[in-house]
């Protein structure tokens, strides 16, 4: 059972924490000092358990899709909304959530934490569930070469006491899935869209053929102004609000996990309608409007998200700024970048670039041949400048996770922008 005054004394140190403005995670650690065990003790009040997204690539936007898509089945969820998906940020978020008791009133949790910090997690609070989304080349200086980010996956996956929903079109998934004694659902892309979703073998040359692809609980089989999904055997298309080609494959796993959760119980049309409603979480595609125009936050961590990215948005006529920082939480190896390929905004160029590893950003982009208006590692004084050179344009702000917080904060003091501590 929580006690009592470990919930009082982390609702204190939350509630100074947003006085001050501070991160989401510091209440977190606090209450994970004074009680080890309060993560898992509040979690076990769930009547249908905890829900696991990890991956690579997409675990943010995808969360929020199965948080709306099982409340649309009338169950009452508790998630980890802020991004923050170390342990400490689990922890903080149940403080948020939890009554003076320390009782959480929600039927499931949907959480989502990154690779190195799921594994030991999963120790401790086994989940019922767990999605698995992709296995990319991210943080190197922390999730070390792509082999071991694939064995922590794996370990979660096995820590699994239900259900695992994979992605088929990850080799390194699908190997997982032939070791698991749970049950395995799948969800994946039909034969014509798998080279507009490489894998991570494929980023470094000729796309791999696939061979004995397992059956998928969900198929992406179109993808134009609308989505066209099989489920079932049936064709369903539904527009979406989201944008972004990657957001609409995780709108599949969303889908395949939400099916997983409810079983016989779902209802179809009400999982359909929903997802169509969906909309981005915050800077992952999230639009402000600044001065009359949108200004669209776009968060790249990795090669891959941010050549998805940049295959996904359309730069004509959109001013663009760039952000990079190189805090923890963004990884401090930014040597990635030069696995990024920007032609695709040579021709309008980019007003503005920032953040600590602003002339880093400025040298990459000057070997693509890029045009750079301005150079500002003050992330700050680099929004202002982009700002006021584009009063009258929509603009797209690329931006690394501590910098894209940052970027949130001072547009907050321009326009509104959702509070997601």
């Known amino acids: 059972?929580?006690?009592?005054?470990?919930?009082?004394?982390?609702?204190?140190?939350?509630?100074?924490?947003?006085?001050?403005?501070?991160?989401?995670?510091?209440?977190?650690?606090?209450?994970?000092?004074?009680?080890?065990?309060?993560?898992?003790?509040?979690?076990?009040?769930?009547?249908?358990?905890?829900?696991?997204?990890?991956?690579?690539?997409?675990?943010?936007?995808?969360?929020?899709?199965?948080?709306?898509?099982?409340?649309?089945?009338?169950?009452?969820?508790?998630?980890?909304?802020?991004?923050?998906?170390?342990?400490?940020?689990?922890?903080?978020?149940?403080?948020?959530?939890?009554?003076?008791?320390?009782?959480?009133?929600?039927?499931?949790?949907?959480?989502?934490?990154?690779?190195?910090?799921?594994?030991?997690?999963?120790?401790?609070?086994?989940?019922?569930?767990?999605?698995?989304l992709n296995v990319m080349r991210d943080q190197l200086d922390r999730f070390g070469e792509i082999d071991t980010t694939a064995s922590m996956l794996a370990h979660i996956a096995n820590a699994t006491t239900d259900t695992v929903v994979i992605n088929r079109?990850?080799?390194?998934?699908?190997?997982?899935?032939?070791?698991?004694?749970?049950?395995?659902?799948?969800?994946?892309?039909?034969?014509?869209?798998?080279?507009?979703?490489?894998?991570?073998?494929?980023?470094?040359?000729p796309a791999t053929k696939q061979t004995e692809i397992p059956v998928a609980d969900v198929v992406l089989t179109e993808l134009n102004e609308e989505a066209v999904f099989t489920i079932d055997g049936a064709s369903i298309k539904t527009p979406l609000k989201l944008q972004g080609v990657y957001n609409v494959y995780n709108a599949a796993a969303a889908l395949a996990l939400a099916r997983a959760v409810m079983g016989n119980s779902v209802k179809q049309d009400k999982l359909i309608k929903r997802l169509s409603e969906v909309t981005p979480a915050f800077g992952r595609g999230e639009r402000l409007i600044v001065g009359g125009q949108p200004c669209e936050l776009i968060l790249v961590k990795n090669p891959s998200g941010f050549r998805l990215s940049l295959s996904s948005f359309d730069p004509t006529n959109v001013a663009t700024m760039i952000a990079i920082n190189d805090n923890y939480a963004d990884g401090r190896d930014m040597s990635w970048l030069w696995d990024v390929n920007f032609d695709s905004l040579r021709q309008g160029g980019v007003t503005q670039v920032s953040g600590i590893r602003a002339h880093d950003m400025a040298l990459r982009l000057q070997y693509d041949e890029v045009p750079v208006d301005g150079i500002d590692v003050d992330l700050a004084g680099g929004l202002k400048n982009f700002l006021s050179k584009n009063v009258s344009s929509p603009k797209r702000i690329y931006c690394t996770y501590t910098a894209m917080l940052a970027l949130r904060r001072e547009l907050g003091k321009l326009t509104h922008v959702e509070d997601i501590r």
């Open 169 to 205: 079109e990850d080799p390194r998934l699908r190997a997982i899935a032939s070791t698991l004694q749970t049950n395995v659902h799948f969800f994946g892309l039909a034969d014509s869209l798998r080279h507009t979703f490489p894998n991570d073998d494929d980023m470094h040359g």
């Open 1 to 132: 059972m929580t006690k009592p005054y470990s919930v009082f004394a982390g609702k204190v140190v939350r509630y100074i924490a947003r006085l001050r403005g501070g991160g989401s995670a510091l209440p977190g650690l606090f209450v994970e000092k004074i009680d080890r065990n309060f993560v898992s003790d509040t979690l076990a009040q769930l009547p249908r358990g905890v829900v696991l997204v990890s991956g690579t690539n997409g675990k943010t936007t995808t969360t929020k899709m199965v948080v709306e898509l099982l409340e649309s089945q009338g169950l009452k969820v508790f998630t980890n909304r802020t991004g923050s998906n170390f342990s400490r940020g689990v922890a903080a978020a149940l403080l948020g959530d939890v009554d003076r008791r320390g009782r959480l009133h929600a039927d499931i949790a949907v959480l989502e934490l990154d690779e190195a910090h799921a594994v030991h997690f999963v120790n401790q609070i086994p989940p019922r569930y767990t999605l698995l």
